[in-house]
């Protein structure tokens, strides 16, 4: 993990810490940033539409959120900014919101949850991307209030995964603009949870070469990058092990904001929270014996390297005796009168040498 991401980590810990310490001081439904602040100003973004037409405005105001509110059609007010409390409470206020979902709503590290109001639904979770070029993992808190005929978003940044739906709401394409607000506030999940499976995967792909790696050419700076894998699938487990139980209340519930028809999409909801889990399961077991492996394989690489050293000073240790026997400054030595005596020990000495090579070889050693 590099140093500068552990600034950002530490950075964002420090200003939730110094964001929760403030909110304890304050009544219950006391709405308070609590997080890292990713834009200057927030921006909403107003889609109004129905089976037949499509009204789209950016940067709206207090007027056409409540013209949007009162008028026909099904109304989704995107968000993107949630540092900014007293925009939040000034919906919270025009759309009858209670203020302990304002509380919930500024609240970057709140748990994943479903609640349901007499007017409205409110919906918890966490939005998960990974750039392509970039392993790590971008977790940011999404809220969602449903109403009868309107979907509210809330977002940190003005980047999202709900791209798809606003290309489907353009293009009529689908059943999104004849169905419900429910089933908006389903789309919006569902493209939610299909990042899950992006950002699965692909974390799935860098630990498999990340584990050939280990394998063939183990590194130090692997640990680094094992470790890093371990932190992103923690946050994805946090954000993904909660949310199941919201989509199985959800799949449960009898609220009158819930279509009939639409319970067998928020059940597949359910169905595929279930299978990113055990994708997370699996790339965290497979992470777990990671660190095994590569003990194991830098213990093997140090055993190959203290094999051939072993071999090395086998074969040399007959040649260093005899050298060291013919080193000896004795005068009653036979040997040294010979004029072949020289090429006699350098003959003898290679001899040996190659017989050792041949014996370790045929015993398989090297």
């Given at each position: 993990?590099?140093?500068?991401?552990?600034?950002?980590?530490?950075?964002?810990?420090?200003?939730t810490a110094k964001g929760r310490s403030k909110a304890h001081l304050l009544s219950p439904g006391t709405a308070v940033f609590i997080g890292e602040r990713k834009r200057?100003?927030?921006?909403?973004?107003?889609?109004?539409?129905?089976?037949?037409?499509?009204?789209?405005?950016?940067?709206?105001?207090?007027?056409?959120?409540?013209?949007?509110?009162?008028?026909?059609?099904?109304?989704?007010?995107?968000?993107?900014?949630?540092?900014?409390?007293?925009?939040?409470?000034?919906?919270?206020?025009?759309?009858g919101l209670h203020p302990l979902t304002t509380e919930d709503i500024a609240n970057t590290s709140q748990r994943p949850k479903w609640e349901e109001f007499p007017d409205y639904a409110f919906i918890a979770l966490k939005m998960i991307e990974c750039s392509p070029g970039d392993s790590h993992v971008k977790v940011e808190h999404v809220s969602l209030i449903l109403g009868s005929h309107y979907v509210i978003s809330f977002l940190e940044d003005a980047g999202d995964v709900f791209e798809s739906v606003r290309q489907r709401l353009r293009r009529g394409a689908g059943r999104i603009r004849s169905k419900q607000a429910d089933y908006l506030?389903?789309?919006?999940?569902?493209?939610?949870?299909?990042?899950?499976?992006?950002?699965?995967?692909?974390?799935?792909?860098?630990v498999e070469q990340l584990d050939e790696d280990l394998l063939s050419n183990p590194r130090h700076e692997d640990v680094t990058k094992l470790h890093h894998f371990k932190r992103d699938l923690l946050s994805l487990r946090r954000a993904i092990w909660p949310l199941r139980e919201v989509l199985a209340s959800i799949s449960r519930s009898e609220s009158p904001l819930l279509q009939k028809e639409n319970q067998l999409y928020w059940r597949d909801l359910y169905d595929h929270?279930?299978?990113?889990?055990?994708?997370?399961?699996?790339?965290?077991?497979?992470?777990?014996?990671?660190?095994?492996?590569?003990?194991?394989?830098?213990?093997?690489?140090?055993?190959?390297?203290?094999?051939?050293?072993?071999?090395?000073?086998?074969?040399?240790?007959?040649?260093?005796?005899?050298?060291?026997?013919?080193?000896?400054?004795?005068?009653?030595?036979?040997e040294l009168e010979w004029k072949e005596g020289y090429f006699l020990v350098l003959g003898m000495m290679l001899s040996i040498g190659i017989s050792l090579v041949i014996y370790f070889r045929r015993r398989h050693w090297i």
């Open positions: 993990m590099t140093k500068a991401r552990l600034n950002r980590e530490h950075g964002k810990t420090r200003q200057s100003e927030a921006e909403i973004h107003l889609f109004v539409y129905d089976a037949t037409t499509l009204q789209e405005a950016q940067d709206v105001g207090q007027a056409e959120w409540r013209q949007a509110r009162d008028g026909p059609g099904v109304a989704w007010v995107n968000v993107s900014g949630v540092h900014d409390v007293e925009l939040i409470e000034r919906l919270g206020q025009d759309f506030a389903f789309c919006l999940m569902d493209a939610a949870i299909d990042h899950y499976f992006l950002t699965v995967e692909r974390i799935g792909d860098l929270s279930v299978q990113v889990i055990d994708m997370v399961e699996t790339a965290r077991d497979t992470l777990a014996s990671m660190h095994d492996t590569f003990l194991s394989s830098l213990s093997n690489r140090m055993n190959e390297v203290m094999k051939i050293l072993t071999i090395i000073s086998t074969i040399f240790i007959p040649l260093t005796f005899i050298a060291g026997v013919y080193g000896m400054n004795f005068k009653n030595m036979p």
